[in-house]
Each structure stands twice: as C-alpha cells, then as structure tokens.
C-alpha cells in the first residue's frame, strides 16, 4: 500500500489520479491533496480529504509525491521533498535545461521517476520506434505531429520532444541541433537528419502523437491516443509504486515497466 501525495490535485490530471487511485484502494491509498495558495479549492474536502496548500505541514502523511503542475511548482516541491528525503514522481512538462540540470541533481538525492508521458502505450511506442528507425535505416524523412487540447501551455508537447530525441539518439544525432519546430518561408527543402515536430491544438484532444517515415516510394505512421487521462494517472500511479524502497536515481517508465 503506497500513501501518495497528489500535486495539482484540482487540475485535469489531478482529479484523474484522485478517481483512478481510488479505484484501487488495495494498492493506493491517498495521503495528500496540494494545490496552489490561493486557489479556491484549498480547504474543500474530496473523498475524505481536505486539499491544502502547505506542503511542508502535511509531508509526513504521504510516502510518495506525484506532481503534475507547473514547473515553477515542480521546482519549488522538490526542494521540500529532498528535505522530507521523500520520492517523488514528476509529470509536469515543459522544463528549461537548467530545470532538467536541477531535478538531475536532486535524483542524487532522492529516488525520482520522471517521463514526458506516463501511459504504457506511449513506452511502448518509444520502444517500437527504436525498431523502427533502425530498420528503416537513412532512406526514410521522419516528422511527428502531435494534437491536444486548447488549454495546454507548453508547445509542442513533452512527449513529441521525447518522441524527437529517441528517434534522433537510435540515429546517433544530436537532438537540440536536429529538431525543428514547424516550418515556413521559401526556401525549406528539408534534410534527411532533420525531424520536423508540428502542435495541433484544439478543442478537447486528451492527446494525440503521429510519427511518419516517408520514402520516395510509401509511408508508414507509428501513432498513439489516449482517449483519457486515466491512462497516463494509471501509469503515474505505477511509478509511485515501483518508486517504494528505491534507491535515489532519476528512473524512467521504460524502468518501471521493465522496457529497457
Ligand atoms: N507526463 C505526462 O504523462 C503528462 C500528462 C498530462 C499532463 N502533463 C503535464 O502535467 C502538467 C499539468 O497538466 P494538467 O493538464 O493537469 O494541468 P491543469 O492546469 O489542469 O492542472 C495543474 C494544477 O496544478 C495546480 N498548481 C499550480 N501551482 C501549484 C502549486 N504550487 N502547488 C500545487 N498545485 C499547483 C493548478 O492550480 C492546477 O490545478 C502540465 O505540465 C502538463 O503538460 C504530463
């Protein structure tokens, strides 16, 4: 039984981790609701619990943090949880280098799982392009589009930036010079090494990641949806879980999913 703190707890990805966790009340049991100062749920009650705003007070009801937030407030928990020496797992995206430097550290200190995508099928599909690329060897142009919804902030997504970086890694190129996001002007042929990510954003797509290899002569799509958020809350809640007793490290869910 794993006690978890819910970071975020009345936003999107929250309130899908608060109803799928508690639908397995043999393995989850929820120890912790946070949201930020100020917001107008602090002090409603959801199941039982009373959400707060002030970590620090409530640190010893959890064993382990699952944040899905900002990264201003990502940055600011784990701080507190490297006091606390509490695990956490990080879902928030959109992280500058100097953040990404940030939580390497802090994995030093304390056990951490973090992915740009926490559902299986995405793992999976990280895996499979591996394969893919590998086959398809250099005769393939290879550009992702990734679609979601009005309200996200960050663009594109976390999971197309990963989904870039695995792809360019298997072809042993360096994925900040490599990636592009979008294109435009006269002169743009493209070049074979250069992955193009495109940002849909409308209405309410839970998300949507389309990898295409094309040929001069056909063209193969390697895609995923998640048709709602509890998969990627299911998968969350299974870092949780597999975070219990480790070792401080920085795992991924190709860890926690014995991908690797
Ligand atoms: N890794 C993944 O699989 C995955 C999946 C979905 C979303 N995300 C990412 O997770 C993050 C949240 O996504 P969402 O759709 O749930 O957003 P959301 O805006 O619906 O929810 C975020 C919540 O965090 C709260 N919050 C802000 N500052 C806080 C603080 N200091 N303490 C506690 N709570 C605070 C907000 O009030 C809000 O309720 C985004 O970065 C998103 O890209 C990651």
């Known amino acids: 039984m794993v006690r978890i703190g819910i970071s975020g707890a009345a936003g999107r990805m929250g309130n899908a981790l608060i109803s799928v966790a508690a639908q397995d009340t043999v393995n989850y049991k929820i120890g912790l609701l946070l949201e930020a100062k100020g917001n107008s749920t602090i002090g409603a009650s959801i199941g039982g619990f009373t959400i707060t705003d002030d970590l620090k007070k409530s640190i010893s009801s959890m064993d382990v943090f699952i944040d899905f937030t900002t990264p201003a407030a990502t940055m600011k928990h784990l701080t507190e949880l490297i006091d606390a020496k509490k695990p956490m797992v990080i879902g928030t995206t959109g992280f500058n280098p100097d953040e990404i430097f940030e939580i390497e550290l802090a994995a030093k200190r304390i056990p951490i799982v973090m992915s740009s995508n926490y559902s299986v099928g995405v793992n999976v599909m990280w895996k499979i392009l591996k394969e893919a690329t590998k086959a398809l060897k250099e005769d393939y142009d290879i550009d992702i589009i990734e679609e979601h919804h009005r309200m996200k902030k960050d663009a594109p997504s976390g999971t197309a930036i990963t989904t870039a970086e695995v792809i360019l890694r298997e072809k042993g190129l360096d994925p900040k010079s490599n990636m592009v996001f979008g294109r435009d002007g006269r002169n743009n042929?493209?070049?074979?090494?250069?992955?193009?990510?495109?940002?849909?954003?409308?209405?309410?797509?839970?998300?949507?990641?389309?990898?295409?290899?094309?040929?001069?002569?056909?063209?193969?799509?390697?895609?995923?949806?998640?048709?709602?958020?509890?998969?990627?809350?299911?998968?969350?809640?299974?870092?949780?879980?597999?975070?219990?007793?480790?070792?401080?490290?920085?795992?991924?869910?190709?860890?926690?999913?014995?991908?690797?």
């Open 189 to 260: 042929e493209r070049n074979r090494d250069q992955i193009g990510v495109f940002a849909v954003r409308a209405g309410g797509i839970v998300g949507e990641h389309r990898v295409i290899f094309g040929s001069m002569g056909d063209k193969l799509e390697i895609s995923h949806t998640a048709i709602s958020r509890d998969t990627l809350a299911m998968g969350a809640l299974k870092a949780a879980k597999f975070l219990m007793g480790k070792p401080v490290g920085l795992y991924s869910m190709a860890d926690v999913l014995g991908l690797n």
